[in-house]
C-alpha cells in the first residue's frame, strides 16, 4: 500500500538474533504516567510457541480460467461474517467477495469516477453488519457500501488530509470496532523534497475519522516513507528505507515506524496507552550487504537490465544506514499481532520471494508465538489457525490462499 520507488524492492533479514546473558523469562510490565511499557526479553521469545503453516493450502482462489474475473495487483483482503472473504482487486479496481468455499458471491465496484467507481483502491475496511468501507487513494475519496454490495454513500476526504497536512494524500484507511475508522496518513510522496538534501521522512498526522469524513480525534503525527531527493539526478525511497506500519485491534489503533524493535497502541481517543519492545541487534547495513542486495536484485531483474551500467547506476543511490527492525503488521480476528521481519522484496515477490519469519503477541503486548511462512505469500488475514493471503508465483501470477498453522 506504500509507494515505492520501481527500482527499489526488498530482503530477509531475520528479526530475533538477539543476544543470550541471564535474561528473564518472561515480559517486564511498567506503568509509566498511564502508559503500559511491555518489554519482550530474548529467552521469552526462545521459549515461545514455534509455529508454521501447512505444506499445502487448503483453500486457493485462482483467475478462473474463463476469464470471468481476474486477480492481479490485489491490494487488501478483508474478513467478513459466515467465513467470508472481501478482496480489493487492483487491475480493475473492484471488490470480489468470495464465500468460505472459494466461491465467488458477489462483485462490486469499477474503473471510473462516479458513485461507486474508482480510480485506484488503496484499501478497504470492514464496518459493523459487513458494510464495506473503499478508500480511493487517488481521488481521495471513501466509499461505503452495504452488506449486499449495493454503494451507499461516499464522502470526499481530500480536505479532511489536506486541512490537516497541507497536501492531499493518505495511504490507507482501518476498521475501528466501533464502526469508526482510522485515516491514515504516514506518507510523504507529495511532500516538496526540493527542500531536503538526502534521505528524509516527513511527519503528517493520522485520525479517527467517521464514514462521512468527520473527523472525531486526532493520533498525531508519524514519519511517512522514507525518501531521498536529488541525488545522482534521482529520487525515490532509498535501499533498506523505512516505512510506517499500523494496524487496529478493537477500538486501538497500534503504530510501528520500524526505527527499532517498538509498537505504540493508541486509545480511540488518540491518546498514547501501551508500548511494546522486543530485542534488537545489529541492522547496520555494511557495504557488503550492499552488494549482496544488488548482486540479487539484478540477478532477478529483466533480462535488459542485467547490465554492469546499470548496476553502476544502481550503486550509487542512496542506503539507508540501518535496516528496519520488521515490516508488515497483520491482526488475527482474535486480537494477535503478527509483526514480520524484515524483507527488502516483500513488494516484489513477482521478482525475488523469499519466506518471513513473525512474532505474534498477544492483546496485552506479550510474545506468545513465532511463525514462519513460506516464500512468495503475504499474509492478510488471520482467523483462527487459518492464514489467507496473496501468493505470488515465480512468473508473478497472483492467487489467493488460505494456510492452516501447525506447531513445529
Not at 551500467?309 to 550509487?316: F, P
Request: hydrophobic share 40%.
Amino acid at each position: 500500500m506504500r509507494p515505492r520507488l520501481a527500482s527499489v524492492i526488498s530482503t530477509l533479514t531475520l528479526l530475533l538474533a538477539c543476544g543470550g546473558g541471564a535474561a528473564p523469562h518472561s515480559a517486564t510490565v511498567v506503568d509509566s504516567a498511564g502508559v503500559t511499557i511491555v518489554t519482550n526479553t530474548a529467552a521469552q521469545i526462545d521459549r515461545a510457541t514455534e509455529r508454521t503453516l501447512a505444506a499445502e493450502p487448503s483453500l486457493t482462489i485462482d483467475t478462473p480460467g474463463d476469464g470471468s474475473f481476474t486477480l492481479f495487483q490485489v491490494r487488501a483482503l478483508a474478513p467478513l461474517s459466515a467465513g467470508r472473504l472481501a478482496v480489493a482487486n487492483g487491475k480493475p479496481p473492484e471488490i470480489l467477495v468470495f464465500g468460505e468455499d472459494g466461491a465467488l458471491v458477489a462483485r462490486f465496484g469499477q474503473d471510473g469516477d462516479g458513485p461507486g467507481e474508482f480510480r485506484s483502491i488503496g484499501s478497504i475496511a470492514v464496518l459493523p453488519g459487513d458494510s464495506i468501507a473503499v478508500f480511493d487513494a487517488a481521488a481521495g475519496r471513501l466509499s461505503v457500501f452495504d452488506g449486499d454490495g449495493a454503494f451507499a454513500h461516499d464522502a470526499d476526504l481530500m480536505r479532511t488530509i489536506t486541512d490537516a497536512n497541507g497536501y492531499n494524500w493518505a495511504t490507507h484507511v482501518l476498521s475501528l470496532a466501533n464502526g469508526d475508522l482510522v485515516l491514515f496518513t504516514g506518507s510523504d510522496f507529495n511532500t516538496d523534497r526540493s527542500r531536503h538534501d538526502g534521505p528524509f521522512r516527513a511527519e503528517s498526522e493520522s485520525m479517527r475519522i467517521q464514514t462521512d469524513g468527520a473527523v472525531v480525534a486526532s493520533y498525531g503525527r508519524f514519519p511517512g516513507l522514507e525518501v531521498f531527493a536529488h541525488i545522482q539526478g534521482a529520487s525515490g525511497s532509498p535501499f533498506f528505507g523505512a516505512a510506517t506500519d499500523a494496524a487496529t485491534i478493537g477500538d486501538d489503533l497500534v503504530v510501528g515506524t520500524e526505527g527499532s524493535p517498538e509498537l505504540r497502541t493508541y486509545g480511540p481517543d488518540g491518546a498514547l496507552a501501551r508500548i511494546v519492545r522486543w530485542p534488537d541487534h545489529d541492522r547496520t547495513v555494511t557495504q557488503e550487504r550492499v552488494n549482496d542486495f544488488l548482486d540479487t536484485l539484478m540477478a532477478h531483474a529483466p533480462e535488459g537490465q542485467r547490465t554492469a551500467t546499470m548496476r553502476a547506476m544502481m550503486a550509487k543511490l542512496p542506503h539507508a544506514e540501518r535496516e528496519p527492525a520488521y515490516r508488515t503488521l497483520v491482526t488475527s480476528v482474535g486480537g494477535d499481532l503478527w509483526a514480520g521481519s524484515y524483507d527488502p522484496f516483500a513488494d516484489r515477490p513477482d521478482l525475488v520471494r523469499v519466506p518471513r519469519h513473525w512474532l505474534v503477541f498477544s492483546p496485552d503486548g506479550t510474545v506468545t508465538a513465532t511463525i514462519d511462512t513460506p516464500a512468495g505469500f503475504a499474509p492478510k488475514v488471520v482467523r483462527g489457525a487459518r492464514v489467507l493471503g496473496v501468493f505470488t508465483d515465480s512468473i508473478g501470477v497472483e492467487s489467493i490462499r488460505a494456510y492452516d498453522l501447525q506447531e513445529m
